[in-house]
């Protein structure tokens, strides 16, 4: 079982910069691959960005690429979300995820295990 909490949020103008964090609990968060997720009022939920197990691969939806970096430190259970240069298509409500099992795909949101209760990003033009 991993309970994940997110947080750093917020409301930021177009340009900016906000870094969120995604806490896990639990003594196996180092062999989860992680995931970001997002989802804007009327759309679907969509990929944003995803780890492995160690951090050595990274995974980036085309719309967040060179603006974006995931990161994580295994010694503190912590998933991190650094985001640049924010556009106003970027609000949402941003989701960190667990995926368990390797053999399913980091792109879709049916293969994650546990979510966290997500946080809110609004970003003015």
């Known amino acids: 079982q991993v309970q994940l909490v997110e947080s750093g949020g917020g409301l930021v103008q177009a340009g900016g910069s906000l870094r969120l964090s995604c806490a896990a609990s639990g003594r196996t968060f180092s062999s989860y691959a992680m995931g970001w997720f997002r989802q804007a009022p009327g759309k679907e939920r969509e990929f944003v960005v995803a780890i492995n197990w160690s951090g050595s691969n990274t995974y980036y939806a085309d719309s967040v690429k060179g603006r974006f970096t995931i990161s994580r430190d295994n010694a503190k259970n912590t998933v991190y979300l650094q985001m640049n240069n924010l556009k106003p298509e970027d609000t949402a409500v941003y989701y960190c995820?667990?995926?368990?099992?390797?053999?399913?795909?980091?792109?879709?949101?049916?293969?994650?295990?546990?979510w966290g209760q997500g946080t809110q990003v609004t970003v003015s033009s």
């Open positions: 995820a667990a995926r368990g099992s390797p053999l399913r795909t980091l792109y879709s949101g049916n293969s994650y295990d546990y």
